[in-house]
């Protein structure tokens, strides 16, 4: 038994240290020293500590409509707020999970903001492309966009989920006011050729075991409603889906994405997203918040993620747009 717990915290040192999706480096070192995690369906050794006032159930506002829209791999699922307003915010969710994730901060939208929150590709309800790739991931938000008539957009997004925002912003620069990246993934692109062959020979053999191992992590000081949620749609996203996205995100560099931006790029970061590859390192002129809380920001610090949204709102007013570039 002690040979299995050791092979497992081992097991997970390796995952976060080489998901770079929070800045997890430091977290590794800490967590090994640790006793290893509860399985399952134990009780766990750490009780968890929620940060602030928890969001305990993940359901859409009831005036959210929910609707499917045409996508380039199929359909993919949208809620949508406030339809008739005249700006936009996109929310988008990072690896293995769901819409809902933005509960908090599509309730908290204001009547004169249109809110929508899209299930990525192969995630939630929508449908599974053949293949994964950041700018395939990318083509959806600008499905989501145009499905909903929507001319900008705020982007919001969290963890893996930066990429493809970056992405589309990227390329459409005319079609986004500004950015709102939460805890985002740093350039994994850097990380050495044989870790990421190690994490993804791993990820190969058990995607759900590997990834729900380093989810507790994160998870420790959540409350326990969000903990059930967030694994619950991680253990709901197809393996195949979670291999392809890390294949992908290890294959992108957002950098060049940044650099063509013309548009306010934030970022919202927890303690522990400080990594050589990190946004914040490698562009260190972006402004950022530093919140108190784990990965999951928008859930472990809902109240404070809303305020970041707001001042983004009325900082970037729609009358301040710089032109678009040609």
Same mark, same amino acid.
């Given at each position: ?28 070192? *800490? ?15 750490? %009780? ?12 859409? /506002?009831?005036?959210?409509?929910l ?5 380039p ?13 005249? *700006? ?39 449908d ?22 929507? *001319?900008r ?14 992405? !589309?912003a990227?390329?459409h620069?005319? %079609?986004?006011?500004?950015?709102? #990246? ?58 195949p889906?979670? #291999? ?8 992108h ?22 990594? /050589? !590859?990190?946004?914040?390192?490698l ?5 950022? %918040? ?26 970037v007013?729609?009358?301040?747009? *710089?032109?678009?570039?040609?």
């Amino acid at each position: 038994m002690a040979g299995k717990s050791g092979s497992k915290r081992r097991r997970g040192g390796r995952m976060l240290g080489l998901l770079g999706m929070a800045g997890l480096g430091f977290a590794a070192s *800490r967590l090994r020293r640790q006793a290893p995690v509860a399985e399952p369906t134990r009780r766990p050794r750490r %009780r968890p500590r929620p940060i602030a006032a928890p969001v305990q159930r993940l359901e859409l /506002p009831d005036d959210a409509e929910l609707v499917w829209l045409p996508a380039p791999d199929g359909s993919i699922a949208v809620a949508e707020r406030n339809a008739a307003a005249k *700006r936009t915010v996109l929310f988008v969710h990072g690896l293995g999970g769901m819409l809902e994730q933005w509960a908090p901060q599509l309730a908290a939208l204001p009547p004169s903001v249109h809110g929508l929150a899209v299930d990525l590709p192969g995630h939630g309800r929508s449908d599974r492309p053949e293949t994964v790739t950041v700018a395939g991931l990318a083509g959806a938000l600008a499905a989501a966009l145009d499905g909903v008539s929507a *001319r900008r957009a705020i982007l919001v997004a969290h963890s893996f989920g930066a990429l493809p925002a970056l992405a !589309y912003a990227a390329r459409h620069p005319s %079609r986004v006011e500004a950015l709102l #990246l939460i805890d985002p993934n740093g350039d994994q692109s850097r990380i050495g050729a044989a870790d990421r062959r190690a994490l993804l020979d791993a990820v190969r053999a058990d995607a759900h075991g590997e990834l729900e191992w380093t989810w507790r992590q994160l998870l420790a000081d959540s409350a326990p409603a969000v903990a059930k949620e967030i694994l619950t749609q991680l253990r709901a996203t197809p393996p195949p889906m979670l #291999l392809g996205c890390l294949e992908a995100a290890f294959s992108h560099s957002p950098l060049d994405d940044l650099d063509r931006l013309e548009v306010p790029v934030h970022l919202a970061l927890s303690p522990l997203n400080d990594l /050589p !590859y990190s946004l914040q390192r490698l562009r260190p002129d972006l402004p950022l %918040r530093i919140l108190r809380g784990g990965h999951w920001l928008m859930l472990d610090r809902p109240d404070d993620v809303t305020r970041l949204l707001d001042e983004l709102l009325a900082r970037v007013a729609p009358a301040a747009r *710089r032109p678009a570039r040609r």
